[in-house]
Every structure is written in structure tokens, then in C-alpha cells.
């Protein structure tokens, strides 16, 4: 992954599938309307579900993992429709849902993968330019703006009944089956084991003594304030990293990775000196509230060149399962 700047995106624009990230996880649609108004040319929109998300699932944490399957099958669409397997990921800043979407991309196998570092109002400001958008007039030649819409349109194409069907998903599968001679492959998907870990890694990493870094804000590390989960606390032997604390106004820059790799370095040093006995190293566990939030984590790190690997139950999903739990109030 690397960050890129406008202008650099610019001068290559037709090389890029775009991909805009604008979400709410208050309102889901609103990220919608936040597209309709505001997006780069020629991007389309990614909603939290189906795309960065799945429905909630019996112990599976509040935002569980969508159907990679399904994302590997669209991503392929996009890819013939563009002819190129460079993607460009963005929001109105870096934020947890263009992390989601990096990490999900890497997940898949993909390695040209950006992530714009800018926000709109530093676009208006750097470059004077207008990003409001008339979404009619602007896509009037463009087939889909919606991935989700991409996925409907393949359905409606194949006149696929929806008659005993629960999912857009399960739908989408007939469609897959018929289409499997029309789609060309111009890549390999295969699932990258070492970007996830689940609750058996945690598990393992526990007993190893290994760094798992909670990215949570700390009054919900500790068990303070907990607004979302049942439970207040943290996965036990877990540090807190606040991912907030390395983001300055939507951007990343070189005095917060700077600080990063001071405060990760010593919360590395400080494990290794806890260790009852010093293990070989391992891809350090990075968890959250329900797998959000440590895809920022994930994308700093990486940045600074530590490898990690993001836990994607999560916090939520620790404690659906009834695992032990530690908070700092009595």
C-alpha cells in the first residue's frame, strides 16, 4: 500500500479503479448521499454492507466480515470493465472505512493498492477545485456508480429469481455459476492467512506471550465508558494504542508515524521484557471494538513497516463467546 496525492492521481487517473469510502455507521444511507454530493471523477461508492461488512452474525462481533467470495467476484468485474488491477481508495480523509477497504483489498491478494491522503477541504484549498457533483449529468455514459448496484445488475441480466433466496448474496452465487465462462481471470485470488487472525489466534498469541495492541479509545480499554458492547474491559494482556492519537485532521503525516514508531517501539520493548522467556516474533494482533477500527492501526503500521495482523471479531466478538475479560474499575 501507498499513499498518494491528488495530483498524482490526476496525472493517472484512467489507471485507477476509484473507490470512494463515504459512509456513516449511524446511517447507512447517508454515505450515499455524502457520494452524490461529493466524489472524485469516475469513483464508485462503497457502502458498509455488503462491502466492508456482513450482517450480524450469532458470535461473530457487531461488523463480521463480508463474503470474500462475493468481493472477489466484483472486484473481477471491475477489473475487466477498467482493465487494470490498480485501486485507488478514498473518503473525506483517511478514515476507518477507506482503512476497512485497504486491508479487505490486501486481505484479497491485491498489491497496487492506494490510499489518497488528502481531504476535500484540503483539496478546495491546495488545488481550488470544485468536487460537487451533479451525479446524473456526471455518469450519464457510465454504466453503475454503485457496487452494490454492479452485483443487482448481474441478477437482473441473468433473470435470476429471488423466490426462496435470503440474499443479495445467495442470488449473486446462480449468477457466478452461469457466468464462470464469460468472466476472464486476469488474477489469482488468494485469501493473505497472515492479515486475520481470529479468536483462536488471540488464543494462541496469549499463551506466546505476543504484543496485541487494543486501538480502542483508552476510557473503553480500561472498562470506564463502554457505549456499544455489553461488556466494558479488554482481551486480557492486551496494550492500548489509541489509533486516533496518529491522524491529524484526516491525513497522515511524517511527525505522527514519527510518534508512532517511538510509542509502538516501546510498547514492543515493554512486552519483550514481561516475556517469561524471550519467543521468536510474531506478526503483532491488532483489535478493536468489532474489526473497524484496527484496520487503521493496520494501515499505519504497515507504513512504518510493521507487519499486523487485525483480529476480525474484535472486542465484540471476545465477549459474544463469554471469553475472559479484564477491566481497570472495581
Known amino acids: 500500500m501507498q499513499l498518494l496525492y491528488y495530483e498524482d492521481y490526476m496525472a493517472n487517473a484512467s489507471d485507477f479503479i476509484v473507490l470512494d469510502c463515504q459512509n456513516d455507521m449511524k446511517e447507512y444511507d447517508l454515505g450515499k448521499e455524502k457520494f452524490k454530493k461529493t466524489h472524485l471523477p469516475r469513483a464508485y ?9 456482513d450482517d450480524v452474525l450469532y458470535n461473530a462481533g457487531r461488523h463480521p466480515l463480508p463474503k470474500i ?3 472477489y467476484k466484483l472486484f473481477t468485474i471491475l477489473i475487466e470493465r477498467h482493465e487494470t488491477q490498480k485501486f485507488l481508495v478514498y473518503s473525506d480523509g483517511i478514515d476507518i472505512y477507506s482503512a476497512r477497504m485497504i486491508w479487505l483489498l490486501q486481505l484479497m491478494g491485491f498489491t497496487n493498492v492506494y490510499l489518497l491522503n488528502e481531504t476535500f477541504s484540503s483539496l478546495r484549498q491546495k488545488y481550488n477545485i470544485d468536487l460537487t457533483v451533479n451525479l446524473e449529468e456526471n455518469y ?3 454504466q453503475l456508480t454503485y457496487l452494490h448496484e454492479i452485483m443487482e445488475d448481474e441478477v437482473e441480466q441473468h433473470k435470476i429469481t429471488s423466490k426462496g433466496k435470503s440474499s443479495l448474496y445467495e442470488l449473486y452465487q446462480e449468477v457466478l455459476a452461469e457466468q464462470d465462462n464469460v468472466i476472464n481471470y486476469d488474477f489469482v485470488y488468494q485469501l493473505n492467512r497472515n492479515l486475520i487472525s481470529t479468536h483462536m489466534d488471540v488464543f494462541d498469541a496469549i499463551k506466546q506471550e505476543s504484543l496485541i495492541l487494543d486501538v480502542r479509545h483508552n476510557a473503553r480499554f480500561i472498562g470506564e465508558n463502554e457505549p456499544i458492547d ?4 479488554h482481551i486480557p494482556q492486551t496494550f492500548n494504542l489509541e489509533y486516533e492519537h496518529y491522524i491529524d485532521e484526516g491525513r497522515i503525516t511524517i511527525q505522527k508515524l514519527n510518534q508512532l514508531k517511538l510509542e509502538y517501539s516501546h510498547l514492543y520493548n515493554v512486552n519483550r521484557s514481561l516475556q517469561s522467556d524471550i519467543r521468536e516474533d510474531r506478526d503483532v494482533i491488532l483489535s478493536c471494538g468489532s474489526g473497524l477500527s484496527a484496520c487503521m492501526m493496520y494501515v499505519l503500521l504497515q507504513l512504518i513497516n510493521v507487519p499486523s495482523t487485525v483480529y476480525a471479531g474484535s472486542y465484540s466478538e471476545w465477549i459474544a463467546l463469554d471469553l475472559p475479560i479484564l477491566n481497570n474499575i472495581e
Open 45 to 53: 461508492h462503497v457502502p458498509i454492507k455488503p462491502i466492508l461488512t
Open 69 to 71: 467470495n462475493f468481493l
Open 140 to 142: 450519464r455514459n457510465e
Open 230 to 233: 455489553t461488556t466494558a474491559g
